[in-house]
């Protein structure tokens, strides 16, 4: 017996019909938004990814060579493929350009619920603008899909990098220094990066003054720290305004200030989020993005970009959680012949009604009445059609109402007129 690798699924019939339930309702949603669906090859070259997050990304890549030497990796994330998808072809389109997709990423992380090595990302970039209007439309797009899932309980968190470099600079700390602060950041470990910072020379009080802005959720504390650079003034306007945006037009109520989002610092610039559910636990981080800057990287003219990308997996997990009640995927029809002499004329009415648009299935293991009744009341349907002999002498089937049990006699050629 084989064993399936670590870190991946198989996914039964009932779990599929749940996964592109959902799936079909991201892709609406995008669509409402006036994003247009792009798909990109499942591997790239290494180089594209080390480009964008740097060497130390190979480990967490199924990196190889193909037979031609080539260095080769299955995407982690779809951001570096979509750009450079964009700088090769799609320049050009007129701005802004609203891409989205959908498809699977691959990870070498350790595997735990919420987290494989292969999943399931939608997301999109929004290439060409930065306003605010934008960045709050983009982040009510990545809160709207969620929402239109299904989901009740989400947690939306921005930040902004521009001005939490400020806050660097007003704490001296060096960009070597912030290197080896950021995880700590990113992981909310807010002790450890008082340590770290004291480590660096940096006194007790502004160690904690540090950690009391990351944690802040009020904006007056930040802005009495960024006062005197301009740009993280400029910045700080911004987010107010995407702020009242998102309260206001879309209506989000559970909005934070959380300057603790760091994401990828290298790329990423301007304002970053994050959606929570909060039920899931560890891995709760259903949705990140923000603004970054990959073109002029990937050698294409300086445009400014912002995208998002949405764990699929784990916003079936959160439905899950808040045990949503997915609508049923129901045959119509049941179809079972009598005996053998009547398969023939029964795969002709389930294909006639096939053409008519609606879902049939028959018995095609000759197992008798009362074992394909037995199984029709296993599958979910709602009615039966038996094809018997002596009916068919008059051109009729029996239809069965399986709830009720009922039983009625019906012209063939009334079938589809009389039960739709
Ligand atoms: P990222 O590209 O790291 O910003 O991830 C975007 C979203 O993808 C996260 O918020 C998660 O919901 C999801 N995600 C990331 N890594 C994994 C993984 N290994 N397994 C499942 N979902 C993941």
Do not use: H, W
Not at 121 to 131: F, N, Y
Not at 132 to 140: D, H, S
Not at 297 to 303: M, S, V, Y
Not at 309 to 330: C, H, M, Q, W
Request: one cysteine or more; hydrophobic letters at 40%; proline letters at 3%.
């Amino acid at each position: 017996m084989f064993q399936i690798p670590r870190g991946t699924r198989d996914f039964t019939p009932e779990e599929m019909q749940k996964r592109r339930y959902v799936e079909e309702k991201i892709r609406s949603t995008f669509q409402q938004f006036g994003y247009k669906e792009i798909q990109t090859p499942t591997f790239e070259t290494l180089e594209l990814f080390t480009a964008k997050s740097g060497e130390a990304i190979i480990d967490e890549l199924y990196a190889f060579k193909d037979k031609g030497g080539r260095d080769l990796a299955l995407r982690p994330e779809l951001t570096a493929p979509v750009i450079r998808f964009y700088v090769d072809k799609l320049q050009m389109e007129s701005k802004p350009l609203k891409l989205f997709y959908f498809g699977n990423c691959f990870r070498y992380d350790r595997p735990q619920k919420g987290r494989y090595r292969e999943f399931m990302q939608a997301g999109c970039e929004l290439i060409g603008t930065d306003t605010p209007e934008g960045i709050a439309e983009l982040i009510g797009l990545a809160y709207t899909i969620l929402k239109s899932v299904g989901l009740k309980d989400l947690k939306l968190f921005i930040g902004n990098l521009n001005i939490l470099s400020s806050i660097f600079k007003t704490f001296n700390i060096s960009k070597e220094q912030q290197k080896k602060l950021t995880p700590l950041i990113d992981k909310s470990m807010f002790n450890d990066v008082v340590l770290c910072l004291k480590d660096f020379g940096i006194s007790e009080k502004d160690a904690q003054k540090f950690k009391e802005v990351l944690q802040a959720s009020d904006l007056k504390i930040i802005l009495e720290l960024t006062e005197k650079d301009e740009q993280a003034k400029n910045e700080m306007m911004k987010l107010k305004q995407i702020f009242e945006l998102l309260k206001n037009v879309f209506e989000i109520k559970t909005c934070e200030i959380k300057m603790s989002i760091v994401r990828g610092l290298d790329y990423y610039k301007g304002v970053v989020f994050e959606i929570d559910a909060p039920t899931l636990g560890a891995e709760k981080q259903l949705c990140g993005g923000g603004a970054y800057e990959l073109i002029p990287l990937f050698g294409g003219r300086e445009t400014p970009t912002s995208g998002f990308a949405i764990g699929f997996d784990r916003t079936i997990l959160a439905l899950d959680v808040e045990e949503y009640n997915y609508p049923s995927l129901k045959l119509d029809f049941y179809v079972i012949p009598v005996n053998e002499e009547m398969i023939s004329k029964s795969l002709e009415i389930t294909q006639n009604l096939r053409k008519n648009g609606l879902s049939v299935d028959m018995d095609l293991l000759k197992r008798g009445m009362s074992k394909s009744l037995k199984y029709a009341s296993s599958i979910n349907v709602d009615k039966i059609i038996i094809v018997g002999q002596k009916e068919l002498v008059d051109e009729s089937v029996t239809i069965r109402d399986m709830k009720t049990g009922a039983q009625e006699l019906v012209k063939i050629k009334d079938l589809y007129q009389n039960l739709r």
